[in-house]
Nanobody
Framework: QVQLVESGGGSVQAGGSLRLSCAAS????????MAWFRQAPGKEREGVAV????????YYADSVKGRFTISQDNAKNTVYLQMSSPKPEDTATYYC???????????????????WGQGTQVTVSS
């Protein structure tokens, strides 16, 4: 079992910055990758960024590439999402997710992830 707890959400103005944290506990060492997803009201959950726990390779959704950065601190069992220059369309509930196996297809598909956090709300005002 892996437990995930997100923090750092809140309100931010467009063009500002915000950092989300995801603290992992339990069998953290078993994870293959960690990802951030988001879901806005009435929309499907979408992958934002992923980091592979071994090697640190990262991938991003096109909508956030160049603005968001995912990183990990293995000593703290924590994954971060640095949101720079957020836009109102980034408003959503953000979820941290962990996969035990390397996604065989697209990393951004929610069905590839075994564990989820409870989510943290991010609101970006213009």
């Amino acid at each position: 079992q892996v437990q995930l707890v997100e923090s750092g959400g809140g309100s931010v103005q467009a063009g500002g910055s915000l950092r989300l944290s995801c603290a992992a506990s339990g069998a953290w060492y078993r994870t293959n990758c960690m990802a951030w997803f988001r879901q806005a009201p009435g929309k499907e959950r979408e992958g934002v960024a992923v980091i592979y726990t071994t090697g640190g390779r990262t991938y991003y959704a096109d909508s956030v590439k160049g603005r968001f950065t995912i990183s990990q601190d293995n000593a703290k069992n924590t994954v971060y999402l640095q949101m720079s220059s957020p836009k109102p369309e980034d408003t959503a509930t953000y979820y941290c997710a962990a996969a035990l196996l390397r996604p065989a297809d697209n990393w951004s598909l929610p069905r590839n992830y075994n564990y989820w956090g409870q989510g943290t709300q991010v609101t970006v005002s213009s």
